[in-house]
């Protein structure tokens, strides 16, 4: 799924009425990994330290809360 599908889907967990932790952990890592691949692309070079900084919060997140 692209990062944009994926960042819909996280949308759609966070607008329930109560979150889906077992959806929105592993979607949180795949976020992750998919935003640390654009850091190391040349579309994300002018900004790479943040994008590796948001793809690491958003993965270690994501394994916090699937255990």
């Known amino acids: 799924e ?3 599908g ?3 889907a996280l949308r759609g967990l966070l607008s329930a009425d109560e979150i889906d932790v ?3 952990g592993p979607l949180l890592t795949t976020l ?3 935003v ?3 850091a190391v692309s040349d579309v994300g070079t002018p900004i790479a330290d943040k ?3 948001l793809g690491e919060l958003l993965a270690r997140e994501g394994r916090s809360i699937s255990g």
Do not use: F, K, Y
Request: net charge positive; no cysteine; glycine share 12%.
């Open 2 to 4: 692209p990062i944009a």
């Open 6 to 8: 994926n960042l819909g």
């Open 22 to 24: 077992a959806a929105a």
């Open 32 to 34: 992750g990994e998919q």
């Open 36 to 38: 640390r691949q654009v």
């Open 51 to 53: 994008l590796q900084r």
